[in-house]
């Protein structure tokens, strides 16, 4: 084991039953100069899961509780290794991050360690409900997306790429864009007597056209670009003929696309449409 791991896993043990302690410890990593900015839309998140309830050591997710818990033991390695022996490709990124703090290097460890975590535990997403395996997976796609759009603009908008760019930018509030899920799923853990239907009949109208109009119409190149950039080519079998299909096959397949698009969205397609390299 790495020197740090057990250092690590120790003060992610501390809190594991203490939901505001874990906030607090998510926290902390970023309270050093240069990475203050970082945290917004990190700690946004984190406050979502906390206000729902998946993080509860009694009525939680253990599947949100453990991907939680593998960003958080991460981060903490990271910063006490200073550069020294790591246990993952994931710590590896973060110390990257710590060395340099910018809008692609947050993005690459933060998504290593939320795809590590997502690989490590989908058995128990396998427990989850379908709504809330649905809601998962829109998780991972917008993290996903929202690196892309700042390290590969042209790829996530099309000609749009460049002056859009800041949008995804983690010190920005309009990362919550992408990272932010209060206006598009239910507030509270478990989710009980919805369907998925009505749940996608909720969405607000900016979410959907961001959803169906930029995000979906290029998830498969959106994966590739991620196991590259992660260096995880697992990522790529996460998505099953172009739909997310992490924690057991698609439930309803139609919940990813739209047959009949308005307007506004062929418009949004057209002018976000994928170009050739972003340099």
């Given at each position: 084991m790495a020197p740090h791991r057990e250092a690590a896993d120790e003060r992610v043990?501390?809190?594991?039953?203490?939901?505001?302690?874990?906030?607090?410890?998510?926290?902390e990593f970023y309270r050093t100069p240069g990475?203050?900015?970082?945290?917004?839309?990190?700690?946004s998140f984190l406050r979502w899961e906390f206000e729902r309830g998946v993080l509860s050591p009694v009525r939680g997710s253990p599947w949100w509780r453990a991907v939680n818990e593998r960003l958080l033991r991460d981060k903490i390695e990271a910063d006490l290794a200073r550069g020294g022996q790591v246990s993952s490709r994931a710590v590896e990124l973060w110390t990257d991050f710590v060395r340099g703090?910018?809008?692609v290097t947050w993005y690459r460890a933060h998504n290593a360690s939320v795809v590590a975590g997502y690989l490590e535990h989908e058995e128990l997403a396998h427990d989850e409900t379908p709504?809330?395996?649905f809601m998962i997976n829109v998780t991972l796609v917008r993290a996903l997306y929202a690196h892309a759009l700042v390290a590969e603009p042209r790829l996530a908008a099309g000609r749009l790429g460049r002056a859009a760019r800041h949008l995804g930018d983690p010190r920005y509030g309009t990362v919550g864009l992408f990272l932010s899920l209060r206006r598009v799923f239910p507030q509270h853990y478990p989710?009980?007597?919805?369907?998925?239907?009505?749940?996608?009949?909720?969405?607000?109208?900016?979410?959907?056209l961001l959803d169906f109009g930029v995000i979906l119409p290029r998830l498969e190149q959106l994966y590739g670009f991620a196991a590259k950039s992660l260096?995880?080519?697992?990522?790529?079998?996460?998505?099953t003929d172009g739909i997310p299909s992490y924690g057991?096959?698609?439930?309803?397949?139609?919940?990813?696309?739209?047959?009949?698009?308005?307007?506004?969205?062929?418009?949004?397609?057209?002018?976000?449409?994928p170009v050739a390299d972003s340099r």
């Open positions: 043990e501390q809190v594991r039953d203490d939901a505001a302690g874990r906030f607090r410890l998510a926290r990475r203050r900015g970082f945290a917004r839309g990190e700690l703090p910018t809008p709504l809330e395996r989710v009980v007597g919805g369907s998925l239907a009505r749940l996608l009949a909720e969405e607000g109208s900016l979410p959907r260096d995880e080519p697992r990522i790529t079998e996460l998505i057991q096959a698609p439930v309803e397949p139609s919940a990813w696309t739209v047959n009949r698009p308005s307007l506004t969205m062929r418009l949004v397609r057209q002018a976000t449409k």
